[in-house]
């Protein structure tokens, strides 16, 4: 493979090195968090964080995307988006200071406001770093803002627990992430060597808003997409509800964002080197498809089949109530999987305008689903919400490869070993379940059996009836890992690095 190919696998590698460290780590404190907090402190920041999305996505402009997509005069470009991006965010603090009061009236509850104040102070300080950020994603150097990130992140979480043992409750949420917002600014400057000059270069700014227009409103509508159960449940059901509701799809879509989110990060500049090269643009397509599958489908399977085990083990009984809607969310997360990079295609070849007509069709259907869903509390949200989001998936799907030249039959010949050894998989892991139950194991035991066990069956189907798969996903991940890691060792021990 060209040298394009080994930057997208290192990037891959170091994006997966840290999904891995620090989702490992973040899961471990999120269940420390959900432990000594309660739902409605998770609600009433789910609640600051819808209001504040709205503001955020308005300040995003599609100018780092326009920036990664860039091929030419990337100089000038990245001097125009520092100085674009510092001034719509300081426009968009403000206002978010202004309306904040407004916003806690309407949900009544006075802690939002304070937290929609530092959340904009945030958004501000990290507007001096952005445009690093996305110089260091359009050379796929994923390594240095892997570094930052986990670091940081690993801090962040230390702190939020020790202040949730302080008894700062809410605030522990909140405080952490604002604090290291400056220290994230001062590491992206530090690893790129790059410096804006003092010049606005007015005149890149009506390219960047024509791409960025597009790109806002795709944003927007994905936004509405994705939150719009959110922003009902929030009003309708209240604080409590919203904990509840909020913690079942963020358990659901944890193997989607450990997985599916890290693919994403390398697709979306990998795809714009290739804008030109649709060859080669349909053969990296279909191979994120395939091993996005196959790695993230048996991890869903596992916590649809085993939630009512492992929701009241690790997180508490407090927690119950999230388990059906965590499974019927996982329905609709499995459809996501293979469809995700269909937004990142889109950006890639300068088709913006696309992804947002099919938001703006999508949204009021979505609403609607879940503002009748909601009369039936969270379960009947997560119902209305999956039912809409899987129908869109495939549209969404149909219409990323059209431009592609791939069609259905194609992308689900490359998810079809995934989805056949992750149905045995669910067969199996029932029928093993019952068993252990019904025997009068403990759920701790349980776990310990069915988990490796499941993963084992997953495994052992896919060495036998698709073979070449298994081989693909071995060889990729062994050769990585092996490539990196006893490279790196090697060379650190003989003094070369």
Same mark, same amino acid.
Request: one cysteine or more.
């Given at each position: 493979?060209?040298?394009?190919?080994?930057?997208?696998?290192?990037?891959?590698?170091?994006? =997966?090195?840290?999904?891995?460290?620090?989702?490992?780590?973040?899961?471990?404190?999120?269940?420390?968090?959900?432990?000594?907090?309660?739902?409605?402190?998770?609600?009433?920041?789910?609640?600051?964080?819808?209001?504040?999305?709205?503001?955020?996505?308005?300040?995003?402009?599609?100018?780092?995307?326009?920036?990664?997509?860039?091929?030419?005069?990337?100089?000038?470009?990245?001097?125009?988006?520092?100085?674009?991006?510092?001034?719509?965010?300081?426009?968009?603090?403000?206002?978010?200071?202004?309306?904040?009061?407004?916003?806690?009236?309407?949900?009544?509850?006075?802690?939002?406001?304070?937290?929609?104040?530092?959340?904009?102070?945030?958004?501000?300080?990290?507007?001096?770093?952005?445009?690093?950020?996305?110089?260091?994603?359009?050379?796929?150097?994923?390594?240095?803002?892997?570094?930052?990130?986990?670091?940081?992140?690993?801090?962040?979480?230390?702190?939020?627990?020790?202040?949730? @043992?302080?008894?700062?409750?809410?605030?522990?949420?909140?405080?952490?992430?604002?604090?290291?917002?400056? @220290?994230?600014?001062?590491?992206?400057?530090?690893?790129?060597?790059?410096?804006?000059?003092?010049?606005?270069?007015?005149?890149?700014?009506?390219?960047? @808003?024509?791409?960025?227009?597009?790109?806002?409103?795709?944003?927007?509508?994905?936004?509405?997409?994705?939150?719009?159960?959110?922003?009902?449940?929030? #009003?309708?059901?209240?604080?409590?509800?919203?904990?509840?509701?909020?913690?079942?799809?963020?358990?659901?879509?944890?193997?989607?964002?450990?997985?599916?989110?890290?693919?994403? #990060?390398?697709?979306?500049?990998?795809?714009?080197?290739?804008?030109?090269?649709?060859?080669?643009?349909?053969?990296?397509?279909?191979?994120?498809?395939?091993?996005?599958?196959?790695?993230?489908?048996?991890?869903?399977?596992?916590?649809?089949?085993?939630?009512?085990?492992?929701?009241?083990?690790?997180?508490?009984?407090?927690?119950?109530?999230?388990?059906?809607?965590?499974?019927? =969310?996982?329905?609709?997360?499995?459809?996501?999987?293979?469809?995700?990079?269909?937004?990142?295609?889109?950006?890639?070849?300068?088709?913006?305008?696309?992804?947002?007509?099919?938001?703006?069709?999508?949204?009021?259907?979505?609403?609607?689903?879940?503002?009748?869903?909601?009369?039936?509390?969270?379960?009947?949200?997560?119902?209305?919400?999956?039912?809409?989001?899987?129908?869109?998936?495939?549209?969404?799907?149909?219409?990323?490869?059209?431009?592609?030249?791939?069609?259905?039959?194609?992308?689900?010949?490359?998810?079809?070993?995934?989805?056949?050894?992750?149905?045995?998989?669910?067969?199996?892991?029932?029928?093993?379940?019952?068993?252990?139950?019904?025997?009068?194991?403990?759920?701790?035991?349980?776990?310990?059996?069915? =988990?490796?066990?499941?993963?084992?069956?997953?495994?052992?189907?896919?060495?036998?009836?698709?073979?070449?798969?298994?081989?693909?996903?071995?060889?990729?991940?062994?050769?990585?890992?092996?490539?990196?890691?006893?490279?790196?060792?090697?060379?650190?021990?003989?003094?070369?690095?």
């Amino acid at each position: 493979m060209n040298s394009l190919g080994a930057q997208a696998k290192v990037g891959a590698f170091w994006v =997966i090195l840290q999904q891995v460290t620090l989702r490992g780590f973040s899961f471990v404190t999120n269940v420390i968090l959900a432990r000594l907090l309660f739902p409605e402190d998770f609600g009433i920041v789910a609640i600051a964080m819808i209001a504040w999305e709205v503001v955020r996505l308005f300040g995003n402009l599609g100018i780092g995307a326009k920036l990664i997509h860039q091929q030419e005069e990337v100089n000038e470009y990245a001097t125009s988006a520092f100085w674009l991006n510092v001034i719509v965010s300081f426009v968009l603090a403000v206002i978010a200071v202004a309306v904040s009061p407004y916003v806690a009236l309407f949900y009544n509850n006075s802690l939002v406001q304070p937290i929609l104040i530092l959340f904009a102070i945030a958004f501000f300080v990290q507007s001096f770093g952005s445009t690093h950020l996305a110089l260091l994603n359009k050379e796929l150097a994923f390594k240095k803002i892997v570094l930052v990130e986990v670091v940081l992140n690993v801090l962040s979480k230390l702190c939020a627990i020790g202040m949730a @043992f302080s008894g700062f409750g809410v605030w522990s949420l909140v405080i952490p992430d604002v604090l290291t917002s400056p @220290f994230k600014t001062v590491a992206f400057w530090v690893l790129n060597p790059w410096r804006p000059g003092f010049r606005l270069n007015t005149r890149y700014w009506k390219n960047i @808003f024509r791409f960025g227009f597009n790109y806002l409103g795709a944003d927007l509508t994905r936004y509405l997409s994705i939150n719009g159960d959110y922003l009902i449940v929030g #009003r309708m059901l209240g604080e409590r509800s919203l904990g509840l509701y909020t913690f079942a799809y963020n358990v659901a879509n944890l193997p989607f964002d450990n997985v599916v989110g890290t693919m994403a #990060r390398v697709a979306f500049p990998t795809f714009s080197k290739l804008q030109g090269d649709l060859d080669r643009f349909r053969a990296f397509f279909l191979k994120i498809t395939k091993v996005t599958s196959l790695v993230s489908f048996p991890l869903l399977v596992e916590v649809l089949v085993l939630a009512d085990l492992i929701i009241p083990l690790v997180y508490g009984d407090k927690w119950r109530e999230a388990i059906l809607p965590l499974k019927i =969310i996982i329905g609709f997360v499995l459809f996501r999987v293979f469809s995700s990079p269909g937004g990142q295609v889109l950006f890639a070849l300068g088709k913006p305008e696309a992804l947002f007509k099919f938001n703006l069709i999508q949204v009021p259907f979505l609403l609607t689903a879940v503002f009748i869903g909601s009369h039936y509390g969270i379960v009947g949200v997560a119902l209305g919400m999956s039912l809409v989001l899987v129908a869109g998936s495939l549209v969404l799907l149909g219409i990323s490869i059209k431009p592609i030249g791939l069609n259905f039959k194609t992308v689900l010949d490359s998810v079809f070993p995934a989805a056949v050894s992750s149905a045995f998989l669910v067969l199996a892991l029932g029928l093993f379940k019952e068993l252990l139950l019904a025997e009068g194991m403990g759920s701790v035991f349980s776990l310990a059996v069915l =988990i490796p066990s499941g993963l084992g069956v997953y495994t052992l189907i896919l060495f036998m009836f698709f073979r070449k798969d298994f081989s693909f996903l071995w060889n990729l991940v062994w050769n990585e890992f092996r490539a990196r890691f006893f490279v790196l060792k090697k060379t650190s021990s003989s003094g070369v690095v």
